[in-house]
DNA sequence: TCCCAAATCTAAATCGTTATAGATCGCTAC
DNA sequence: GTAGCGATCTATAACGATTTAGATTTGGGA
């Protein structure tokens, strides 16, 4: 197999070869209705021969579209592979569209507007995909004031604006309270992610809402969240049932959450399935290997980045149309 | 503060605001010296002032650079979020560069010259970043041929030619099987990555030569590979150890190899610590919450992707320069 | 026979940047 | 006095694509 170290085709390559002008091959191959039937199909035939592919940045400046859409993410204290799944499923589903997926980092301390400003600015996107997403998410306050595309992994207070894909936590909520009372759990205590972010409030409120039908209590862990590293977790959650000796049920919105409230647990002297229960979320199957005791649903994140990225597509091809939104249930384990 | 929605500043708004040609704008700001100080300086503040950022469309029609480094990412079955720290990790150390991170995912089944050859046939890429590196890479192969600018994320057998950032495999083989020994096991095993693979023959030859020094025997696991499903290796390491009641240490390369390794091994009725020893490397801190008496070394992913970043740039603005190089040694936890 | 409309194509301009060659200026040197 | 030179800047073209307006051909109707 040569290297083939010939240039590559363009529009011109096309139209010499075919005798065309440059913009007649342009337009045959974007099946403008002013082109004749028998020239889009040689035009045709001669691209596909030659492997003609579209120069990027010829179509970028040209059209102002760059074809790209970014992935901006929060880098966590994360110990599972959630984000990786997150950036393989969605590049997964980008890989035979034009588009191509460009990862923009901020980090837990910095200003979240940062890279979106940035993207909006520079141009180099033409959608972005945002998780961790507040109730009153200012990105996509400015996102939607701007009238520039996107999708979220979860729901603001403008959710009927914009597309999302969202696991439901309420239900969550619900079904561990629920299960962690039919195990005869009475003291439930949740860790939360940050509460400005929506998931938060929607675990509280399933959880809630399935507790205040039976006898059991329930609350937030104060001054804690998910959000934290490993270690903080681990010294949080052993430090609070240290005090609150009472508590036999803990709900942890993820893996990470629920290994490090685990093992806080432990250092508590607690016993998991015996004095206390733990209930989680996670992205990737494995807290029953970590902890057999411990009850699990299961998060879909690869649907979630095919969802996601189709949703953001719709949106930049489509902005008139109703955005794309889904919600789905937790799977039982 | 205001949306701004007036047009970005281009070249031309800074001649128009100076009273110079565009050209002359342009080589004020990449600092020719057939300019004027006196010229750069004026271009120069007007240019921050008015917050240009040059147009990445221009910039690669005209002179073929992109300014994107590409990571080629195997897909693949971790529970560990190994990934997502090294698409983090690169992202971070590219953020104050020209350079943006994309990322270009492939699957198990496929061929991994695929994305390397859309990528250098559509010239969607300045540099490429590889890991899951085999001792006669065919992709590496490629791009020495081709010359295209790249890094590894392990070595090859063309090692001398090109960069690469390794974690010492040969030393964590070695400390492994010394520690496993040194713990009184005799009967060794370990689970390896594919054998194509570079870093398996280099854990492989560490354990052996360590092992050599010792009344211990090694072997490697046959028919079987930490690459497998979570759930295959379980399976394979249940039988293996049923069929090989001998077995006492084990050593795994990856965080997810040594979780269902421990539970294989615990499915053939093995005791952690007590029958059996795992020794594994890690890139998140973990494992010996998941099971304490796993044994560890860590591998500093972070670190890595910084690596790799800044070598892929070397790669592309010095390529004339010594290929950046490193390895990193185990952390003993 | 002539003209207009429809169908199909081409020419020119444009997006933002840089490379190449050429222009202008003041000064020195002969 | 002027050729020559260095220093500094400008003009033009080009990268590959699309858009707009205009050109050409063909055929139908009067």
Redesign the interface.
């Known amino acids: 197999m040569p290297?083939?170290d010939k240039p590559?085709p363009t529009l011109r390559t096309i139209a010499e070869l075919s005798g065309l002008a440059v913009p007649t091959v342009s337009r045959a191959l974007n099946d403008a209705p002013d082109i004749g039937v028998a020239t889009k199909e040689k035009v045709r035939a001669i691209a596909s021969q030659i492997?003609y592919?579209p120069?990027?940045?010829?179509l970028?400046?040209r059209t102002g579209k760059?074809n790209?859409i970014s992935l901006v993410?929060c880098?966590d204290h994360?110990?599972?592979?959630?984000?990786?799944q997150l950036?393989?499923s969605i590049?997964?589903a980008l890989?035979d569209t034009r588009y191509?997926?460009?990862?923009?980092?901020y980090?837990p301390g910095e200003d979240p507007m940062k890279p979106v400003r940035y993207i909006l600015?520079?141009?180099?996107a033409d959608a972005l995909i945002l998780n961790r997403i507040e109730v009153e998410d200012p990105r996509v306050a400015y996102l939607l004031?701007?009238q520039f595309p996107f999708a979220t992994y979860g729901r603001t207070k403008w959710r009927e604006q914009h597309p999302y894909f969202d696991f439901d936590n309420v239900a969550f909520g619900r079904i561990a309270a629920q299960e962690l009372v039919r195990s005869g759990r009475r003291r439930i205590a949740m860790l939360t992610p940050p509460l400005t972010q929506n998931y938060a409030q929607d675990m509280l409120k399933g959880a809630r809402e399935a507790i205040a039908q039976t006898e059991a209590h329930f609350e937030a862990i104060p001054g804690s969240s998910s959000d934290e590293s490993?270690e903080d977790i681990k010294e949080h959650i052993r430090d609070f049932l240290l005090r609150r000796t009472d508590i036999d049920g803990i709900i942890a919105p993820s893996s990470t959450a629920a290994?490090?409230a685990?093992?806080g647990a432990e250092g508590a002297g607690r016993v998991l399935g015996q004095d206390l229960d733990i209930f989680a979320k996670e992205a990737?199957?494995?807290l029953q290997?970590?902890r057999h005791a411990i009850k699990v649903v299961r998060e879909d994140v690869q649907n979630a980045g095919s969802f996601l990225a189709k949703a953001a597509i719709r949106a930049i091809e489509a902005p008139n149309k109703a955005p794309s939104q889904d919600i789905i249930s937790p799977k039982q384990v």
């Open positions: 290297d083939s590559r492997g592919v120069n990027r940045a010829g970028r400046l760059t790209v993410l880098s994360e110990v599972t592979d959630h984000t990786g950036v393989s590049a997964d890989r191509h997926l460009i990862v923009t980092p980090f600015e520079t141009g180099s004031r701007r490993g290994i490090f685990s093992v990737v199957p494995f290997h970590f």
